[in-house]
């Protein structure tokens, strides 16, 4: 069974860091490409990172480009995103999802994904 597990999340001053992982189980990160989203209160889930398959290639949002970095730990099976600079309008639930694919890039739009985790809440508050 295809499991994604987020941690991480918590509340954060206005600057400050965090950093979230997902913990992958029942498949192989060398198969699958994995995305980041966040959704804010009354807003749409919207993709905010993601990294190819065996971490080869990786695409951000222009909202984050800078200041978050995604990163694949195969031997332990996670995929983390460290956010540095964190604002307010980055508070929201982030969830991780995955997708089998044998391309080099991965995707950006959310209907690609197959399978999703539970998510973590991140509030940048002071």
């Known amino acids: 069974q295809r499991q994604l597990v987020e941690s991480g999340g918590g509340l954060v001053q206005p600057g400050g860091p965090l950093r979230l992982s997902c913990a992958v189980s029942g498949f192989t990160l060398d198969l699958y490409a994995i995305g980041w989203f966040r959704q804010a209160p009354g807003k749409e889930r919207e993709w905010i990172s993601c990294?190819?398959?065996?971490?080869?290639?990786?695409n951000y949002a222009d909202s984050v480009k800078g200041r978050f970095t995604i990163s694949t730990d195969n031997a332990k099976n996670t995929v983390d995103l460290k956010m540095n600079g964190l604002k307010p309008e980055d508070t929201g639930v982030y969830y991780c999802a995955a997708i089998l694919t044998f391309s080099s890039t991965c995707p950006t739009i959310r209907s690609r994904y197959n399978y999703w985790g539970q998510g973590t809440q991140v509030t940048v508050s002071s």
């Open positions: 990294i190819s398959r065996s971490g080869g290639s990786t």
